[in-house]
C-alpha cells in the first residue's frame, strides 16, 4: 500500500505540487479575495461528502466547511472510485468555487449581435420569461424537435427531462462523437457491451497493460491511475506506444514511438504473430468467439516487416512485444483507450483492440475487463410525453451512420445551418460544454450560431460559449447542489448522493430548479413534482430501503459484491446476435463496412509540417480548469511540443515563442516551444483547454492556445459519425 501510494504520487507528480496550492502554501492568490477564501488547507469543523464534478469520473468526496467557508477537500476514504485520495483536480475544487470569475446573475442580451456580448444583468424572473417565451415560439413555428440540448456533466439529468417534457431528443455531448463513441461502438459490436465511464478496467490486476495512446498519469481518471500504479508496483508489465514519450512511457518496459496513424497495422501484425504461433487463449476463444478462421486468413500478410513500413516500430520489437502480451494472458489487459476520435478510422482501431484483448481472453477476466456491477433507486413517476419526437437531425442528408447509438454533437451544430439536415435546428441550450472548444471547425459552430433563433447557455463560468447566448443562466457550482442520485456501474455495487456544501452563492441556482422553472413556465411543471431535488433524492432512496440518514452521512451506500470475473464465479454471455464474442462482425458485413479491422494508410505530414496532436495535463480539465487559480497556478498555459533535433535544424530554441499555422491558414497565437526529445519528429504536441478567449476569464484568458482553434478539419468515421481530429497540420514558425 505504501509503495504504491509513493508510485501515485510520482505518476501524478504534479499532484503534490497542487496539494501545496491548496493548503495556504501558495504565495500568490491571483486576485482571489482573502476574506472569501481565508484559512485554505485547514480541517473543517463541518465535514460534508459529496462527489466531485471537476472532470466526469465522480470521486466521492469530503469536503471541510470552517465558518460557512469549503477550507479542504479531500478523498472519501469509503468511496470505491476515490479510495481516500483524489487527483490533483478534485482538491483543487475550491478554485471554482470561489473564482470571482463567476457568473454571478442572469444574463440578456436585448441589443447588439451575438457574440458582440452587449449583455444586462437581469433578475431571474426576465431571464426565465424571455427564455420561456422563445422555446414556446419556436415549438410553435417549428415544432419542438428544432431546440437541441447539449449537455455534459451530472447535472445535464434536469436538463433532459426538460427536453422530454418540451418534445425534443435532439440531445448531445461532445463526449460521444468527440470522444469516446468509436471506442463504444468498437467494443459493442464485438463484445455486445460498451464500457461506459468509469471503464471497466481490473487495471489493478493486470499483469501487462498495454497503452495506445491512452496517456495515464496526464490523463488523470483517479481510479484508474492508482490502479495503474499498485499493478506497476505489483510488476506488471507497461508497453506504452504514443509518438510522443509520456508519463505512462516513463512507467513502460517498452515505449513505441508509433508514426501517428498507424495503430492499425501495429495491431495486426500483434494479432499475426500471437495466432500464427499459437499464443491466444485456445481454451476462451474456442469457447466464446466467431470468425477466427476468417481473421487467421485476414492476418496472413499482416507481418511484422509489413508493420514496421507503415509504422516504424522494428519487426523483432513488434513479435517480442506481442509475446509480452500474450504471456501475461488473461490479466492482459490492451486499454480501450477513452478520446478515441483521431483518425476517421476510429472504430476499424477500435475494433482491432477488442480483438486483440478477445485473443487473450481478458473479457470478463481478473486483470481485465470486469463486468460492472450496480445498485439503484426507484425513479420518480414522470408523465408520458404527449408525442414522440422526430429523430434528431443530426446527419447531413441523405446520409446515415449504421452504428452511431448516440446523437452526434457536431451533427446538432451542422443541422442549425439551413437546408443541410432532414429539419434546420432553430434553438440551442447548452449546459456544461463549452462547443467552440470542444467541436472541430469551430468556423462552422459560430456560423451555425449566428443562424440560431436561440441561445441559451447555462453555465458556471463565462466561457465562449456563453459569450455567444442570448440569455445566460448562472448555475451554482457542484458543491452548493443537489443533483439526481448518482449511480455508478463498478466493480462493486454503490450508489452516491451529490449534496450542497455550502449554500449557493452570488445569486446562482442549481441546475434543477432553473429546469424546473422553465418547464413550469412551458406547461410542464408535472415533470418535476417536487419542489426541492433534495427531497427528491431522499424520496429515491427512502423508496430502494436504504438508511437516507446514513447515505447523507456517509456520502454513498455500497452494496454487497457480485461476482465481476470469471474467477469470482462470473458466468460469461455476451449480448451480441450471435450471443458470442463477434472477431469476424457480421454486423458490419451487413452495413456495408469492413467485417475484420483494416488498416488505412492516412495522409502524412510532408515536409515543413507536423500532425498537431493534443491531450491532458494531470492538473487540468479541458478548458473547464484553466481558470481555476488553484490549479492555474500549477500550470498557467501550454507548450510546444517539438523534436529537439528538428527544433535545432530550424533554429528554433527551447523556451522562444513559436506560432502554429495549419494547413488552411489559420495561426495561432503565440506559444513557447518545449523542444524535447520526447517527440517524433514529425509531429507536434500541445494539452487542450488553453487559449481562452473570452475577456470574462480574467485568469485564463489570452495563455497558451487552443488546438481546436486550428482544427479547421476532422475525417468522420463511416461506422458511427465520429470526428477524427488528429488530421490536422501545421508548420511552426518564430513568433
Ligand atoms: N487530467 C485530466 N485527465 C483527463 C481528462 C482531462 O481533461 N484532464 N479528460 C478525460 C477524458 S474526457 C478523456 S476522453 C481522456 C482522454 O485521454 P486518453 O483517452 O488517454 O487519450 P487521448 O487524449 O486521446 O490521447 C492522447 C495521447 O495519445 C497520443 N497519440 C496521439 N496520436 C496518436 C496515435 O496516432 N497513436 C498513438 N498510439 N498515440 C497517439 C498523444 O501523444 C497523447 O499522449 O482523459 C480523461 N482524463
Ligand atoms: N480540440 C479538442 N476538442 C476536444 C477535445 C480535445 O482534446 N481537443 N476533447 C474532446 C473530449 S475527450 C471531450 S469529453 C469533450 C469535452 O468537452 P466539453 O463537453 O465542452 O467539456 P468541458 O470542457 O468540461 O465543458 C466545460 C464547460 O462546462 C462548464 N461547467 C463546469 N462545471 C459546470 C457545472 O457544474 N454546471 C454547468 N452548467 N456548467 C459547468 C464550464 O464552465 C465549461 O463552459 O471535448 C472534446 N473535444
Ligand atoms: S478524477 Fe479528479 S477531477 Fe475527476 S472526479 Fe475524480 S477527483 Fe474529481
Ligand atoms: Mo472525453
Known sequence: MTQSRREFIKIGAAGVAVAAAGTGLASNWWGLDPDVVHDPGTDGDKIVPTFCELCFWKCGVLAHVKNGRVTKIQGNPEHPLSNGRLCPRGTGGMGLLYDPDRLKRPLLRRKGKRGEQAFEEVSWEAALDFTAEKLELIRKTHGPEAVALFSHGYGGSFFKT????????????????????????????TFGSSLGSPENLDLGNSRCITLIGSHLGENMHNTQVQDFAAAIAKGATVIAVDPRFSTAAGKAKYWLPIKPGTD?????????VIVNEGLYDREYVDANTTGLAELRAHLEDKTPEWAFTE???RPEVIVETARVIAGARPASLIHPGRHTSWYGDDTQRSRAVAILNALVGSWGRRGGFFIPASMGAPKIAL??????????????????????DETLAHGLRDASIPGTAAYDVKGWIVYGTNLIQALPEPAKTIQAIQELELLVAVDVLPAEIVGWADVVLPECTYLERWDDVGVTPWREPFLAVRQPVVAPMHESKPGWWIAKQLATRLGHGDFFPYDDAGKMVEGRLAKAGYDVDAVKAKGLVRGKAVPVTTEDGLALSFATPSKKIEIYSKQMEAAGLAPLPVYTHHEEAGSGRFRLLYGRSPVHTFGRTTNNRFLGEVMKDNEVWLNAKIAKERGLANGQNVVLVNQDGVKSPPARLKATERMRPDCVYVVHGFGHTDPGLKFAKGRGIDDNALMSRSKIDPAMGGTGMNVNFVSVEKA
Do not use: N
Open 162 to 189: 426538460l427536453m422530454a417534457a418540451y418534445g425534443s431528443a435532439s440531445i448531445a455531448a461532445p463526449s460521444y462523437a468527440q470522444c469516446r463513441g468509436a471506442r463504444e461502438v468498437g467494443f459493442q459490436l
Open 264 to 272: 492499425i497495422a501495429l495491431l495486426l501484425a500483434w494479432m499475426h
Open 311 to 313: 509504422t516504424t516500430i
Open 383 to 404: 408523465p408520458a410525453p404527449a408525442t414522440k419526437p422526430r429523430p434528431a437531425p443530426d446527419t447531413p442528408k441523405g446520409v446515415s451512420f449504421p452504428f452511431a
